[in-house]
């Protein structure tokens, strides 16, 4: 059997090694335009940045390896440029001579990722605008930032006398994750980084009231934010540098560009081969990853995937797809039954020592798919036993479905093992868990590692304590005309308070109770949510209606800046 792969690096060589491991005989073909196969695209930022020093470092496999250990024939330089389904072929360029050849096929896997949004905006094409795709993308900017910029320019033109000082301004477009890792490294090399996003939110796949966390601390460690502006176009003023160009008539003067605008599948030879592309504008595949050409297989960002919350076709971007996409269709190809359950979008990124991490469907999709069976929790747990040195919060919102507590997603930001709250989750979530699983899930712990209670158990406990009716909650945007009452100790609320909220310490509450309404619903307040459970379990079962005000003041803060 003779397959050839078109895209050299996650999906593509994941199958290529695959089937080499599957298949001894099969011919394999891999096929990449580029200069590298298999290298780390996800280390670029950090590349630029410094962190990861040697560009070597990012080369984690070569040509020769693949002819090596795989006995595949790899080669870079080389671009497929038209397929011809019916006489299985595939013309391929030499990217340095230009020749074409052909090759035939038994099966095509086409992993040919995606292509970066670059609308055709004035000055885009000026020196010093660049995109952080592939490797030579980011030599290219290791390059610009260590030339520096003419100082005195023009002075030479006179004395011979030129100086050439640090580029420290840097403008970064798009606050998706390569923006904003990118601009992070910006950050730590000295530059005054000022983010432009189109979006009233960064990281997009986030509720925005968890963005705004994410936003805060943005700018706490210096990113100047300009959301809700986009770019109109760019300049180069007098001395050589940039200027960037926003819708609402602002200008950003800048050393650098980076244009992070977001990428759309790869679709060019797919569409000419007449493949099926679907309603979101990716290759369409079945869960075996066959196109609709029988023959032909797709996977990585090039595809459409079913989200496997929602049901609904979705393009996700992301590795581990990728890798495990290329792995299934080259166990199809080799005659194993292997199928692709649909993609989360289970994601991290880290931004200065913090991370952002997420999974499954969020609430905003939930509403766009007009899923009205959901609730959601706010809590704000340790990441391991308060007493032990180095525990921090992770402010994490739940959702899940009402009418059986099955889980649907999650969010999670904070400074200390949010990956591993977030992959559990995300394994419940693949698993079809209900909040009640997680309650009951078996986690590791000891105290600098966790707690007796994970924050993945309490997030079961406190959403089962919902579904069950312990817990009744209500959430800040819908707050009303409830009696609000504050059970916080009174030097709490020097730093913060809810208008209209009555203080009764928690500790003196049921000495009290007679201060309180019976007529009218008690919504309770604390910092995060649990001294109001308490006080709330004690009005319940006193005959108060009383509901819990899902992660108190510490959610207040957010909810509270979607709508200001
Ligand atoms: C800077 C950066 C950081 C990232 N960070 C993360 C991260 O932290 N976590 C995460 O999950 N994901 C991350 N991603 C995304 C992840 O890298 C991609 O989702 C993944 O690589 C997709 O795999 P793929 O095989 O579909 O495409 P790619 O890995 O992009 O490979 C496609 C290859 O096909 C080649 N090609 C295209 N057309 C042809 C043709 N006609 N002929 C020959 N070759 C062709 C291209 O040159 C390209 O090299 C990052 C991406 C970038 C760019």
Not at 124 to 142: E, H, K, S, W
Not at 148 to 160: C, I
Not at 185 to 194: A, M, P
């Amino acid at each position: 059997m003779k397959v050839i792969i078109v895209g050299g690096v996650a999906g593509g060589a994941s199958c290529a090694a695959r089937l080499r491991r599957l298949d001894e005989k099969a011919e394999i073909i891999m096929v990449e335009r580029g200069p590298y196969v298999s290298y780390a695209n996800c280390g670029l930022p950090y590349h630029i940045g410094g962190v990861i020093e040697k560009e070597s470092s990012l080369l984690v496999s070569s040509e020769a390896m693949f002819r090596a250990m795989f006995a595949v024939d790899a080669r870079t330089g080389c671009e497929a440029i038209k397929i011809s389904p019916d006489k299985k072929t595939v013309d391929l360029r030499n990217v340095a001579t230009g020749e074409v050849t052909n090759e035939s096929y038994d099966k095509l896997v086409l992993s040919p990722g995606a292509v970066t949004v670059r609308p055709p905006l004035p000055g885009i094409d000026l020196p010093g605008i660049f995109q952080v795709r592939t490797v030579p993308d980011a030599r290219a900017i290791r390059e610009w930032l260590e030339r520096g910029s003419l100082f005195l320019a023009g002075m030479h033109k006179y004395s011979g006398f030129q100086t050439v000082r640090p580029k420290t301004r840097a403008v970064v477009i798009g606050g998706g994750f390569i923006g904003l890792e990118t601009a992070e490294n910006l950050v730590h090399r000295g530059f005054d980084v000022t983010l432009v996003e189109m979006l009233d939110q960064v990281l997009a796949p986030l509720d925005r009231e968890m963005a705004r966390i994410v936003e805060g601390y943005l700018e706490r460690h210096g990113m100047r934010l300009a959301l809700n502006d986009g770019v109109s176009g760019f300049k180069q003023s007098a001395n050589g540098s940039l200027e960037v160009l926003t819708k609402s008539g602002k200008v950003y003067p800048a050393d650098i560009v980076i244009l992070s605008l977001g990428v759309r599948p790869d679709t060019a030879l797919a569409k000419a081969a007449g493949l099926e592309i679907g309603e979101r504008g990716g290759i369409r595949v079945d869960d075996q990853m066959r196109t609709s050409d029988p023959d032909i297989f797709a996977v990585g960002d090039a595809i459409e995937v079913k989200d496997f919350v929602t049901g609904q076709w979705s393009l996700i971007a992301l590795a581990g797809p990728a890798n495990r996409q290329g792995r299934i269709a080259a166990d199809v190809i080799a005659g194993r039954d292997s199928r692709f359950r649909g993609t989360q979008g289970t994601s991290i990124i880290g931004l200065f020592g913090a991370a952002a991490a997420w999974t499954g469907a969020s609430e905003k999709t939930l509403n766009r798919v007009g899923d009205k069976d959901f609730e959601k929790i706010y809590l704000y747990p340790n990441s391991h036993a308060g007493y032990y040195p180095g525990a921090r919060p992770i402010a994490m919102k739940v959702l899940f479905r009402k009418s059986d507590g099955r889980l649907l997603g999650a969010q999670a930001l904070g400074e200390d093992n949010v990956d591993k709250r977030i992959s559990a989750l995300a394994m419940a979530i693949q698993m079809g868990a209900t909040i009640y699983d997680l309650e009951e899930a078996e986690l590791c712990y000891s105290p600098q590692f966790g707690s007796a209670k994970d924050p993945v158990n309490f997030a079961g406990m406190v959403a089962a304590g919902v579904l069950r009716g312990d817990m009744p909650i209500r959430h800040w945007e819908s707050a009303g005309q409830e009696f609000l009452l504050d059970v916080r100790e009174p030097v709490e609320l020097a730093v913060e308070q809810a208008p209209r909220t009555v203080n009764i310490p928690l500790g003196q509450l049921r000495a009290r109770l007679g201060e309180l309404p019976r007529n009218k619903e008690i919504l309770v307040i604390c910092r995060s949510g649990q001294r109001a459970y308490y006080a709330q379990r004690m009005l319940l079962q006193n005959g108060f209606k009383a509901r819990n005000l899902s992660g108190g003041m510490l959610s207040r803060y957010h909810v509270q800046l979607l709508v200001n």
